[in-house]
T-cell receptor
Framework: NAGVTQTPKFRVLKTGQSMTLLCAQD?????MYWYRQDPGMGLRLIHY???????AKGEVPDGYNVSRLKKQNFLLGLESAAPSQTSVYFC????????????FGEGSWLTVV | GENVEQHPSTLSVQEGDSAVIKCTYS??????FPWYKQELGKGPQLIID?????GEKKDQRIAVTLNKTAKHFSLHITETQPEDSAVYFC????????????FGTGTRLQVFP
């Protein structure tokens, strides 16, 4: 799992429900990311963090919130799930900037009905 | 911001033949270009990367070339094998002080025995 563990792996939500995806890394890396993957659209960055206590918006942040209270964990929250948020979500980590390798987790499949 | 286009979206080759996937990027300041391989049900894994101060890089059967003037880079796989079948993503690192990776839309490669 490239040192990135995502939970849960599968989840079905009803429209309007809330949930949190948990990402945990075991490499003490500074940077963590949440991407979503949709057919024909590649991977798009939702939010990212450059260190404990920091978060920043990516390409498609609307409808999501994140928190990085501990360096090892990066949480992705959906406050009111919508069918458009049906996707595969990938968490990733990297040591830092300047072209360091980004390592991805195995993904979390989310369906909103 | 950065935009990455990837072609083709699907590619079928006979085992032993070569496969080439091409990407173009828009931001001339981008300086890091990784390639990821994603197998079914798994997260993307880095297979090779290249930085803007290098024109070509090889790793066994895989090579990447970069043309900074034309703003395009390509992945070359020689002597393809059935286990090379996967979805391949190119990416470019945005250099707007955020170090975000912008991904192409992916190429599904099928290698037939």
């Amino acid at each position: 799992n490239a040192g990135v563990t995502q939970t849960p792996k599968f989840r079905v939500l009803k429209t309007g429900q809330s949930m949190t995806l948990l990402c945990a890394q075991d490499m003490n890396h500074e940077y963590m990311y949440w991407y979503r993957q949709d057919p024909g659209m590649g991977l798009r960055l939702i939010h990212y963090s450059v260190g404990e206590g920091t978060t920043a918006k990516g390409e498609v942040p609307d409808g999501y919130n994140v928190s990085r209270l501990k360096k090892q964990n990066f949480l992705l929250g959906l406050e009111s799930a919508a069918p458009s948020q049906t996707s595969v979500y990938f968490c990733a980590r990297s040591r830092g900037s300047a072209g360091n390798t980004i390592y991805f987790g195995e993904g979390s499949w989310l369906t909103v009905v | 911001g950065e935009n990455v286009e990837q072609h083709p979206s699907t590619l079928s080759v006979q085992e032993g033949d070569s496969a080439v996937i091409k990407c173009t990027y828009s931001d001339s300041a981008s300086n890091y270009f990784p390639w990821y391989k994603q197998e079914l049900g798994k997260g993307p894994q880095l297979i090779i990367d290249i930085r803007s101060n290098v024109g070509e890089k090889k790793d066994q059967r895989i090579a990447v070339t970069l043309n900074k003037t034309a703003k395009h880079f390509s992945l070359h796989i020689t002597e393809t094998q059935p286990e090379d079948s996967a979805v391949y993503f190119c990416a470019a690192r945005s250099v707007d002080n955020t170090d975000k990776l912008i991904f192409g839309t992916g190429t599904r490669l099928q290698v037939f025995p």
